[in-house]
Nanobody
């Protein structure tokens, strides 16, 4: 599967953005999806994940209550709604796909990721 992330941009602190990740192919619903981010000089980190059908979601503590992950399998698209953005949310955001599924124990395990999107820059000004 090929992933194309979009929707990043420059926003003031407290603002909102919605990221999208368009997937190619007809097997999108076979993939558990996730969002990760990487800030300059830092390692890539987990942000949020969602199960194949969207019934289960997982979040990093740093974004819980502010970000919402969702998916539309009919449109082969993954979303990340980001509200109450903070300067520390500034990073390149990557969507990711894998077929083995996410749990509360393995969420964010990047070794499970099979495909990565190209990344979209999010910059939050103070």
């Amino acid at each position: 599967v090929q992933l194309q992330a979009s929707g990043g941009g420059l926003v003031q602190a407290g603002g909102s953005l919605r990221l999208s990740c368009a997937a190619s192919g007809r097997t999108f619903s076979s993939y558990a999806m996730g969002w990760f981010r990487q800030a300059p000089g830092k390692e890539r980190e987990f942000v949020a994940a969602i199960s194949w059908g969207g019934g289960s979601t997982y979040y990093a503590d740093s974004v819980k209550g502010r970000f919402t992950i969702s998916r539309d399998n009919a449109k082969n698209t993954l979303y990340l709604q980001m509200n109450s953005l903070k300067p520390e949310d500034t990073a390149v955001y990557y969507c990711a796909a894998q077929r083995t599924g996410w749990t509360a124990q393995n969420m964010g395990d990047m070794t499970r990721v099979e495909y990565w999107g190209q990344g979209t820059q999010v910059t939050v000004s103070s």
